[in-house]
């Protein structure tokens, strides 16, 4: 007999990172090459030449720079190329690897499963992203956002989206919403609260707007969730919208936006990020809980989920291109998602130092929110919810938060 839901352990898939079979930051061959052009570029600004390319060294011959500036300027270049390089063999050989209880699984449809963390305090349903891994929630021993709730007076539950398969691969939105996450809902008795991650947190919002007037939520959380896609940078935002084209082909074969072209995406946000990091990871001590957390944090990035072919189109070409959400135009269900219908009490923690959802997009829903209460940590996207400051930083206010409802 196959043993029970809630004692099943999750089967590591073939590519999840692992000791020495890690890849890398994915996909690893563009960060190594935007980590190249970084050191390309930055050598020739220090040299006053307009490029790095041979025409130009050419055309700069009768200015040849100071040879000591020429010397210092590559000797500078060859220490980030190996300092880039050190970091990620590090990574690659940390000794580290994921091993987490798997709490009991109360529901599931298809790929997806309701996970219950316990407690006996204020219930909490968190909805994280479609494109991550759900455990960023539950990292690690010390670094679990639900396993301290639970013992801070809350009873957290997680929305495990799992992987797309088959049927997942022809959802759209409103299928997320309306359909799979209304009936998640539901298999939770008590009156909760809905608090969602990133994407999640626009999932939760329009799960929340139609729910709101049953009496089965009490309030609504959104953490480094966005809004404006064109608060930061519209010409950006609309770039990525514009890779659609060139994406679709792949779409149209395998149903899905596949990691590693999702992880480009996130490169045109912040092309030299990854680079930097591993730079300063190569620096870093080892066996300190920071870099072990580092390691947690990468094998979760490298360990993403593709996104369903409808929801790819809809989130590129509508969020992204149009800025549907910020312009009243998202609908799901034919329900318009208008955060300003919101009748029940908000909660919104905006990091100040987040690259993938600038303050400014997050701020732009916090705005419109009736019933708000706003942080900001000092905190990057991922370092808010599972970061060595998380708990003074997130943990804390939220419970807070959530106990000042009751």
């Not at 316990?118 to 690690?140: H, Q």
Request: with cysteine; net charge neutral; glycine share 6%.
């Amino acid at each position: 007999m196959p043993p029970p839901r809630c004692c099943r352990m999750s089967t590591p898939r073939p590519e999840a990172p692992a000791p020495l079979s890690r890849r890398g930051p994915r996909p690893l061959l563009l960060h190594l090459s935007l980590a190249w052009m970084k050191s390309a570029f930055s050598t020739a600004a220090s040299l006053n030449w307009n490029s790095a390319s041979p025409v130009s060294w050419l055309e700069h011959q009768g200015q040849t720079p100071d040879p000591r500036a020429v010397q210092a300027a590559f000797e500078e270049t060859l220490r980030a190329d190996r300092a880039l390089i050190a970091g990620i063999a590090a990574y690659r050989a940390a000794p580290y690897t994921r091993q987490m209880p798997e709490p009991p699984v109360i529901w599931e449809e298809q790929e997806t499963r309701l996970l219950d963390y316990g407690g006996t305090g204020p219930a909490v349903l968190f909805i994280p992203s479609l494109i991550n891994r759900a455990y960023i929630l539950d990292l690690m021993e010390d670094a679990s956002a639900l396993r301290w709730l639970a013992g801070a007076g809350l009873h957290p539950y997680l929305l495990d989206w799992g992987w797309p398969a088959e049927v997942e691969r022809h959802f759209t939105l409103t299928d997320y919403i309306a359909g799979r996450l209304e009936r998640a809902l539901a298999a939770i008795q008590e009156p909760l609260i809905l608090a969602g991650y990133c994407m999640g947190g626009l999932l939760a919002l329009a799960a929340t707007l139609r729910a709101q007037h049953t009496g089965k939520l009490r309030g609504l959380a959104l953490l480094a969730t966005p809004w404006d896609f064109h608060a930061a940078s519209a010409d950006e935002a609309r770039r990525v919208a514009e890779a659609l084209p060139a994406l679709e082909p792949g779409l149209q074969f395998t149903g899905t936006l596949p990691i590693d072209a999702l992880n480009t995406l996130f490169a045109m946000v912040d092309p030299f990020g990854v680079g930097d990091k591993y730079r300063d990871f190569a620096g870093q001590d080892k066996a300190s809980a920071r870099a072990r957390r580092f390691v947690a944090m990468e094998d979760w990035l490298a360990d993403g989920v593709p996104l369903a072919a409808p929801v790819a189109r809809e989130a590129l070409s509508g969020w992204y291109g149009a800025n549907t959400p910020a312009r009243g135009q998202w609908r799901v269900a034919g329900l318009a998602v208008n955060p300003a219908s919101l009748t029940l009490p908000a909660f919104c923690a905006i990091p100040a130092r987040d690259r993938l959802v600038p303050a400014a997009s997050a701020l732009a829903l916090a705005d419109k929110l009736p019933q708000v209460n706003v942080i900001t940590p000092s905190a990057g996207h991922i370092g808010m919810v599972a970061g060595t400051n998380a708990e003074s930083t997130l943990w804390r206010p939220f419970t807070a938060w959530v106990q000042s409802l009751s």
